[in-house]
């Protein structure tokens, strides 16, 4: 952070210890300078020179004893007692962190409402043996199970958990209007890198997070997600989250949106521009309604692609996925759980590639897919025998071992093409709506224009039966009938 000028004009510069000592051989109690070397504020306390504000609103942690030479205990609690002075103090507030490490030995509890937390080049260390409560920096107050914090933000910095049962950076309990900007995760010894989890404590009244936006945000290193949005059970809900320009390495399953077996408690959560690369799973969701993915790029796949369970009223637009070898899990999976409605999910503009499975995995209530194209997997397209009322148009398959295991009868399917070379053929395309009998064709009108029907007039006797303009018309007799004429 720089020092603003009125501070330059108002407090003599230094550019080292040495000068700072030629310049107050005996300096007195409050007496201040600006060290230039990095930038910040040092005042003497009485006995020692120690940093200092930088301006009005800005409490910097080392003022409270934490940073260079600091144990991880002393550092997690100047830290906690510097976030509780904002806490405390009026107006607009930042804690400020200077660069350098800080080593912690518990968790940090972000519990200062309104308040940005500027954490700028700073690196956050997690201690070896783990938290009690598995979080490096939460936005919690664990204090006071009922309290709401809201209007916080986080920006900047590297956190790096130091064990396998620990996440960097969190939300959880009761909160609103949060966001994360510029945040690093080194995951390496860690659990998850991002979590957004209701947490069961809170229990009067039930835990809510709503309005989180995580931004311009990495996960590096490994660990189990690098992104983790989960509810707990009960009537917890977490909604209206946003993740934008996120990038995620090398994490067992790069994502995960969880429901705590209970439908729909995480509800409103937008993915756009995601990248992720080398994870074993893309992504999975159980749970999730009004689901928006919008730009997710995922190379190196091991395990599989997106697996989507019990969405509704969802978007998946702008997806590619590539596997490497022969992951288990499908592309994209669009799934349910017995005695729970799935349904009205539309995936669009989506490629798949390398040795998947299953390409695509459809079923559900409505589901629209394609445009899409799927390359290399050992199934194309698998549908789901209790699927209904879905339509998979404008699918091309290139370099698939079998292209649908199965047509269902009450889906529509209508112009998927094979790529074979040079060539591109279509393998079904569903003009005709339904086979109906002769009996059973319905009576011209105004209701009936434009749609098209087969006739079945009897064995070997099928007829193409067109409307429009309120009529009824013949377009190309099937087998020996000669059609039936308006």
Not at 275 to 299: F, P
């Amino acid at each position: 952070m720089t020092v603003p000028a009125t501070l330059h004009d108002a407090i003599p510069p230094v550019v080292s210890d040495t000068a700072r000592s030629a310049l107050f051989p005996t300096p007195t109690i409050d007496q201040r300078v600006h060290h230039l070397t990095n930038q910040e504020l040092q005042r003497w306390n009485g006995s020692e020179w120690r940093y200092d504000t930088l301006s009005a609103g800005v409490i910097n942690v080392r003022s409270f004893g934490a940073g260079p030479g600091a144990s991880s205990q002393e550092n997690a609690t100047a830290i906690q007692a510097a976030i509780d002075a904002a806490d405390a103090a009026v107006g607009p507030r930042t804690v400020f962190f200077p660069d350098g490490s800080y080593p912690v030995d518990r968790e940090i509890e972000i519990r200062a409402n309104g308040v940005l937390v500027d954490l700028g080049s700073a690196e956050i260390i997690g201690p070896a043996v783990g938290t009690a409560t598995g979080g490096i920096l939460t936005v919690v107050d664990r204090r006071d199970t009922t309290r709401l914090l809201t209007r916080i933000s986080v920006r900047g910095g590297l956190i790096r958990p130091g064990n396998v049962s620990d996440n960097g950076m969190n939300v959880a309990g009761n909160a609103h209007q949060i966001m994360l900007h510029g945040i690093k995760v080194d995951c390496t010894t860690g659990q998850r890198a991002f979590a957004v989890q209701t947490d069961n404590t809170f229990t009067s009244p039930a835990p809510r997070i709503k309005d989180v936006v995580i931004s311009d945000c990495i996960s590096f290193g490994g660990g189990t997600n690098g992104l983790d949005i989960e509810s707990a059970f009960g009537d917890n809900l977490i909604s209206d989250v946003v993740v934008n320009n996120m990038t995620i390495r090398d994490a067992s399953t790069a994502i995960r949106l969880g429901g705590g077996g209970n439908p729909w408690f995480t509800n409103r959560v937008l993915l756009s521009n995601i990248t992720i690369t080398g994870a074993g799973q893309a992504m999975t969701a159980d749970n999730a309604r009004r689901l928006v993915i919008h730009g997710l790029a995922a190379h190196g796949l091991t395990v599989g692609g997106l697996n989507i369970k019990d969405a509704e009223d969802s978007v998946i637009q702008g997806v590619y996925l590539n596997a490497t070898g022969t992951p288990v899990n499908g592309g994209i999976a669009i799934t349910d759980t017995v005695g729970v409605s799935a349904g009205r999910v539309n995936v669009s503009d989506f490629i798949i590639a390398g040795g998947f499975t299953n390409g695509f995995i459809g079923f559900g209530l409505g589901t629209v897919v394609g445009p899409g194209y799927i390359m290399g997997a050992g199934t194309g397209l698998r549908t789901l025998s209790n699927t209904q009322h879905c339509h998979y148009h404008d699918i091309t398959f290139d370099g698939v071992s079998s292209l649908v295991n199965s047509f269902r009868d009450a889906d529509r399917y209508t112009n998927l093409m094979q790529r074979s070379g040079s060539d591109l053929r279509v393998i079904r395309n569903d003009l005709f709506t339904d086979v109906v009998t002769t009996a059973a064709l319905p009576a011209p009108g105004p209701n009936m224009d434009g749609r098209i029907l087969i006739e079945d007039a009897g064995p070997g006797d099928k007829n193409v039966v067109y409307y429009a303009g309120g009529q009824r018309f013949t377009l190309v007799p099937f087998g020996g009938g000669q059609g039936l004429l308006p």
